[in-house]
Each structure stands twice: as C-alpha cells, then as structure tokens.
C-alpha cells in the first residue's frame, strides 16, 4: 500500500485501513467532487492488492460499457477465459466466477465512476443489487470499492436508495477539499516553496483541489504558474471549466446559469432570487440543481438570525468563483499575462478580501480551535442589515454559550492597522448587529482574521480575539 504518497486523508485512511482489515465483506462508497482524489485515493492505498478493478465510460453506450467489463474481466483473468456477457446479470455472474477462484485473503474490487456504467434501462443498478445481496455480501472476503464524480447518483442510487440497495453501504466517504496545512504538505512535496500569504492566493484559486494543484511546478514563480495553467490557451486547466460541469451534470448550461447568478452576489442568494435571476423552472429543475450542486460542493446553504429567512444558497467552489471573475472575460482571455499584470491592483485587492472570507469559512474548525471553543456549539454565517441601515458582517459565530463572535475578514500584505475612522466603523457594525438580537443580553466579541495580524494602536482595544494566517494552517 502506497499510503505515504498520499497528503492529507488522515480519516479516510484510518477508514480504508479498517475495511480492508475486516473480518466480513465491505461495501464502501468514495464520493466528491471531480478532481478532488478519489481514484488517487484508491489506487494508492489499495496498490497492489487490487483483484479486479474496471472504470466506466464518459458517455459510454450500454453496449460500450458492457463490452469494456467484459475486456477488463479478460484481461485481468486471462487463464479463466471467461465467457463474454450480453447482459449485466451474465457479466456479474462471470465476475463470480472468477473471483471464486481467485487466490488472497482479501478480494479488492474497485468499480471507478460508476454512475456512468449505469446507462438508461440497461438493468446495471438490479444487477449489482443481485452480486452483493445474493453473494458478495454472504462471504467474508469480499471489498467492494464504488466512486463517482456524480455525488447526485451516488446519494440517490446507494446512499438513499429505496430498493434492493437500501442500507446495503458498509461505510461511505465524501472527500472534501485539502485544508491549507494539507495543500502547504502536498506543494512542498513537489518541491514549490511558497509563503503562507502566497499559499492562501493558491487556495483561492485553486481551492484545495489536489488535480489542480499538482499542476503547479517549482521552477515557476506562482504568478507565472497561474498565467500558463489558467490564461494560456495551451495551459493544462484552460478548458476545464466547461468539461467540469459538462462531466458531472446533464443540461451542464442550466447548472452552469445557476452558479454564474450566484457568484454575483458573495454572500448568496434566495431560491425566489435565483429564480428571479435565472430562467429555469421553479419546480423539481431547480430543486434537483440545487441539491446536486450541494451535494457535489459547490455551493452551501445557511439561513441568519431572523426567524423565517429562506434558505440561502451560496456559491463556495473557489475555482469556479475565480473563472467567473476573471477567465470568462474576454479582456483576461486576450492576455495570457493577465493575472501578472493585475497585481498590486484594485481588481486583484478586491477579489482577494472577498475571497479571503470564503476562505476563512472553509477553515471554521481552525478558527475556532484558536478562539478555544473547538468544543462549543456553533452557528456561522454571514450578516447584513436590513433594515435603517447597510451595516455589514463578514461571518458572524453564534455560540450556545450565548456568545457570538464578530469576525472582520482582512487579506494584507501589511498589519491591519485600526484608525479613528476604522474604529467608528467597528463599533457601528457591533451596535447595528446587537439591535438586531432576540437576545440583547447575548456578549459581542469582535473577532479579526487578518493575514498578517493586528497593527499596535490606542483602538486596538476594541478587538477581543486575533486570529492570523498560522491559526488557519493548524
């Protein structure tokens, strides 16, 4: 097992580590968004101990996907010579066959993107259900590994599943983005030394995305590694926009219109904005866009404090934030130095602070770890006004000790420095937010997330807890 080329995966390894250890056959689901690592995952950690492993194929027939089993089954067990199937059930059947007499303790099956082998009325999802119920799982050797990038699949057809698959899951994985610490790790690992202030730029980009990231070479700085990759017409990530959406979801447009209405507005909108915004059906279209969206990561959802808010949904993919912003305009696609020659610029101030707050967010645990209530009840979101006023929070922490953190949100090269005329801004956003309370009595706490900390000054005092750019990499 090739475990230690793997960065991060702390949990999911420890998971992996005690499925194949099992005394009893194992069904696991890996899901998450494209690129994030699941095949990577897999592969490293099963290295050598795979018994039969077999991919789908994008936009593969049922004839295709048949037939590319039916070579896999072949090629991997070339002295059974099994028979070739005409349909799932025989398929499966010789894939018992084989794995009956196949020698080893343990039988590793590792079926990759699996939503795509499960074509229109092709009867894959019955046959499946008939390999584990009827077999895999009445032995004690057998682990079975499934993943997708269609979490939406993976949700309705195993995790949710009301059929023959209902509760058949042994453990499920949803890989989630590498932290700042995990992507510090897996850059240095390829020789890219970074700052931490250059490393948060990265994640804002590139969000933590192991694919993405490993496009990044050390013999370039980072401002030049973003320019080739993302503005080159020949770069690696040039084009992955539009193969990103157009791999996960069918009518790709409809999902793609959906997320471009909600990166126009940072702290997110309503369902009846977005259907205001977006010319989509306001029944189960948009319901299922929204859901799969959320289940695939891209977006979040969160009400404030008023009793009765809607629901928001809020855009939270770093990648897709940054090609909206910049590579989906054709000023920036006209310049293949684009992003060098934007630094030190009000563009490029203003989509780091915004961005710096979505960062911060992802990274709630460490936040909180630092202001030491890892284990306190939390509510976060984001705040504004509205009424009498357009007074503002970047992320507000409730607290069941009836506390709630005020957390201001500064991306700097230099220390915040709180002046007179910062200081009456600070105390009005305190004021408007304790109004705003159906617990006035509840303790305010002016919390600043700053890249380079706190500047000394005589208003200082008004802050009650710093948190700076080590916090978040712990």
Known sequence: ?????????????????????????????ICGRRRIGKTFLVSEFFSGKFTFTVAGISKGT????????????????????????????DAFNNLKICLEKAPGKRKVLFF????????PRSGFIPALENFWNAWACLRHDIVLVVCGSSTSWIMDKLINSKGGLHNRL????????LSLRETESMLRSKGVSL???????????FGGIPYYLDYIVPEKSLTENIDDLLFSPSGGLYDEFDNLYAALFKKAD?????????????????????????????????????????????IRTYTDLSKGKPTIYQLIDFYTIFYLRFLNRKASLH???????????????????????LLCISHIGQIKSKLGISAVATEYFGWRQTEGGKAQVDLVILRRDHTANLCEMKFLEAPYKIDKEEDVKLRGRITAFKESLSEPSRSIRLTIVSSMGVKDSKYKSIVSDIVDLDDLFK
Not at 195 to 205: H, L, V
């Open 170 to 177: 042994t453990s499920r994985l949803f890989l989630e983005p």
């Open 1 to 29: 097992m090739a475990i230690s080329n793997i960065k991060g995966r702390k949990k999911e390894i420890a998971e992996l580590k005690r499925i194949y250890n099992s005394k009893k056959s194992e069904f696991i689901a």
């Open 62 to 89: 049922f004839k295709i996907q048949l037939q590319n089993f039916n070579n896999e089954l072949g090629r991997q067990f070339p002295s059974m010579a099994p028979k070739t199937a005409t349909n799932w059930l």
């Open 195 to 205: 700052s931490r202030y250059e490393t948060c730029i990265c994640y804002m980009i």
């Open 254 to 298: 409809d999902y793609v219109n959906v997320v471009k209405a909600l990166s126009k507005e940072r702290g997110g909108l309503t369902r009846g904005e977005i259907i205001e915004k977006v010319n989509i059906s306001t029944g189960g279209s948009l319901t299922l866009i929204l859901k799969n969206l959320q289940e695939c990561g891209f």
């Open 335 to 357: 310049n293949w130095e684009y992003w060098m020659s934007i630094q030190d610029s009000p563009t490029f101030s203003s989509w780091a602070g915004i961005t710096f707050e």
């Open 112 to 119: 990759d993107e699996l939503p795509w082998m499960d074509t």
